[in-house]
Every structure is written in structure tokens, then in C-alpha cells.
């Protein structure tokens, strides 16, 4: 059984930061990609971030410059930084992990945390 919860969501001012983390729990051997995605108010989800176990990491074009993802593998945590925060950033963040089988991988979600940013 794997887990992921995410936590560090809020309500922050345009121009705020906030970090998000993501933890991963239960029998796993090793994560390969794991990334952020977002689902704002009737839209669909989206891909926001993403890093691979090698720290290689790609984003979204409305938010380079602004958001970094990172991960520590040991502790088998994730992250995002996110500065100069836009209203049009308030979305559920959930933070997603794919982890090898022996012919895939599966990937696992979390539940989701509110980011809000009022104007």
C-alpha cells in the first residue's frame, strides 16, 4: 500500500509564496517521476510540474520562473516552491509518484491540497 499526502496549502495575497510538500508512505522499493498537478475551479487537471528520480525537471510554461520542484529520495519527499503567485494559480494541488513494477509502473496520487491567492 502506498500513500501520499500532501500538506502546505492556504490562502495567500498575489505576490505570496507558499512551498508545498508531498510525503510518501508504505512498501516502496523506489519512485522513479514524481510530479505536482493542479485542478482549478471547473477545469481540468493539469500537469504543473515535474521531476524525475535524477532531478531532471520540467514545468508548465505559466509557471517558469515562479514554481521550482524538488524531492529528496531518502526521505521520499516532494516539494514545490511557489513565489510571486498568481489568482489564477488558486487550484487543489495534488502531488503525484510512478513506481516501477516488474513490467510498469503505477502511478499513485495524493489527496490534494487548496491553494488559494486572492487579488
Known amino acids: 500500500q502506498v500513500q501520499l499526502v500532501e500538506s502546505g496549502g492556504g490562502l495567500v495575497q498575489a505576490g505570496g509564496s507558499l512551498r508545498l510538500s508531498c510525503a510518501a508512505s508504505?512498501?516502496?522499493?523506489?519512485?522513479?517521476?514524481m510530479g505536482w498537478h493542479r485542478q482549478g475551479p471547473g477545469k481540468q487537471r493539469e500537469l504543473v510540474a515535474a521531476?524525475?528520480?535524477?532531478?531532471?525537471?520540467n514545468y508548465r510554461d505559466s509557471v517558469k520562473g515562479r514554481f521550482t520542484i524538488s524531492r529528496d529520495n531518502a526521505k521520499k519527499m516532494l516539494y514545490l516552491e511557489m513565489n510571486s503567485l498568481k489568482p489564477e494559480d488558486t487550484a487543489v494541488y495534488y502531488c503525484?509518484?510512478?513506481?516501477?513494477?516488474?513490467?510498469?509502473?503505477?502511478?499513485?496520487w495524493g489527496q490534494g491540497t487548496q491553494v488559494t491567492v486572492s487579488s
Open positions: 508504505g512498501t516502496i522499493r523506489s519512485i522513479s517521476d
Open positions: 503525484s509518484a510512478d513506481i516501477p513494477t516488474y513490467y510498469d509502473s503505477n502511478r499513485y
Open positions: 521531476i524525475t528520480s535524477g532531478g531532471t525537471t
